[in-house]
């Protein structure tokens, strides 16, 4: 049974509609399915490979890494808040194939590693930058060494389906369209698309979320914008390291541009931030976050790619307004904008547990958890109480209605308050390790992932690197 999106029953709403009849040839059958490859998923693909699955991952864009590497900026955040508690232990709190990787890009020459804030610790005791073009390269390198398939400009369009269990997906790519069947599948989608397409049970906040799509410059006299910004105190975030440079050691940098008369109105007007951003070139502003739109449904074309328009017009004004009136500026331009906008929130997939605000703020602790995290978008304003960490269990992973089917990346956590924790980059990729565990185990195991041993997920996990508080215990 094909189970595809609602286009045609809203055609048919309209007074208009089609009907195809098609025969889809199956070019792939595999024990685990990965849709997406992005932050969660390039990871979940990794994590279920090493564990003996055969893995096929299907992405959309010609690259993995999604949001890590196309907007993110620097990763939020392998470590705990310990810096705005004074008794807080400094913790490396999110360890496995997401520590590996930044490993991996150090020894490629493409990370400075995890880097201590020194002004803005409040917000995140320690921030990793990575470089995105090396990241590509040494993130396809790992899924070719584990011997994952990789099906990249390919997008999902419907899922197999046996009664309530997926059984794989439907692709269209530069192939035509095909199917691949599969024993689990993970929807790494962010939108979660093939969640949707099964009939999952979901909410859509576009209320109390927005898009941003920041970019870089190069040309940028970074010494002499960091003297102009802390003669006139606009300086939030600060951090200076060697980066090969005699002159330039800014890494990270936020500053309230707002708060410099000539911005004040076009930043409000337009909501932007910040920015936020940081620097990994000599004279090159590699990241810079501020455009910004509220309210938008990215998973309705026509309001994605108005948003889309709307802030490439808003990266070039502001850019035009920093070359003019900010010091360093001057002989600047815009080198990199990312492929698409960057989404934090859309579909929030109903799953048999529901991270609260409060279960996060507590650091509460699951007997079933599968990773710790220890950051909040909205610090300082929101924390982890005392500076620890919270447990994510393995039930939110798995959607209420379905079987066969784990969730890993943005689509869990219904609150948004709760979801500027979980959907963070570096949860993101330690929900991939468990999501991509748990796949290999069910196949080695022969069960579904509702009737996993946890326990032995969780022993797995723990062999593989995963932190699970361990050594608290």
Aim: net charge negative.
């Amino acid at each position: 049974m094909v189970s595809e999106a609602g286009t045609e029953r809203e055609a048919m709403m309209a007074g208009d509609f089609i009907v195809e009849q098609i025969r889809t040839p199956v070019r792939y059958t595999c024990d685990t399915v990965v849709c997406g490859g992005g932050t969660a998923g390039f990871v979940a693909a990794l994590a279920a490979a090493r564990n003996g699955a055969k893995t096929v991952m299907v992405e959309r864009l010609g690259y993995v890494g999604g949001t890590l590497v196309n907007g993110a900026g620097p990763l939020h955040s392998f470590y705990n808040l310990y810096k705005a508690f004074p008794d807080a232990k400094k913790q490396q709190v999110v360890q496995g194939i997401p520590q590996e990787m930044i490993e991996r890009m150090m020894a490629a020459g493409g990370s400075p590693g995890h880097l201590e804030q020194e002004k803005g610790g409040s917000y995140d005791s320690v921030i990793t930058i990575v470089d995105w073009e090396l990241f590509k390269d040494v993130a396809f390198t790992m899924l070719e060494e584990a011997g994952v398939t990789v099906l990249l400009h390919t997008m999902i369009v419907g899922v197999l389906k046996d009664g309530d269990q997926l059984t794989g997906i439907v692709t269209e790519g530069k192939s035509g369209r095909e199917a691949i069947r599969a024993g689990v599948v993970i929807d790494a989608t962010g939108d979660a698309d093939v969640a949707a397409f099964a009939g999952a049970d979901y909410e859509k906040r576009q209320d109390t979320t927005s898009v941003g799509m920041p970019f870089g410059m190069n040309d940028v006299d970074m010494t002499r914008l960091v003297e102009y910004l802390k003669k006139n105190n606009l300086i939030t975030q600060l951090i200076e390291g060697d980066k090969g440079s005699e002159t330039d050691h800014v890494i990270r940098l936020g500053f309230q541009l707002n708060q410099v008369p000539e911005f004040t109105e076009f930043m409000n007007k337009e909501g932007m931030w910040g920015p936020l951003g940081f620097s990994l070139h000599e004279n090159s502003f590699t990241y810079i976050n501020s455009a910004n739109l509220i309210n938008v449904d990215t998973t309705n074309s026509e309001e994605y790619s108005a948003a889309e328009i709307t802030l490439r017009h808003q990266i070039m004004q502001l850019a035009a307004m920093l070359k003019k009136y900010i010091p360093g500026f001057e002989k600047s331009y815009v080198s990199w904008t990312p492929a698409s906008i960057g989404i934090r929130l859309t579909r929030i997939i109903t799953c048999e547990h529901d991270m609260s605000l409060e279960e996060i703020v507590n650091g509460r602790r699951f007997k079933d958890e599968v990773y710790l995290y220890g950051f909040h978008d909205c610090a300082p304003r929101i924390t982890i109480k005392e500076g620890g960490c919270y447990g994510v269990p393995y039930r939110a992973l798995l959607p209420v209605k379905l079987q066969g089917l784990l969730l890993a990346g943005r689509c869990i956590t219904s609150t948004w308050e709760a979801h500027m924790s979980t959907r963070n980059t570096v949860s993101c990729m330690a929900q991939g390790q468990a999501a991509g565990t748990a796949a290999a185990l069910c196949i080695r195991e022969g069960c579904l992932p509702k009737a996993l041993d946890v326990m032995k997920l969780r022993t797995t996990l723990i062999s593989q690197g995963v932190y699970l508080g361990q050594e608290d215990k």
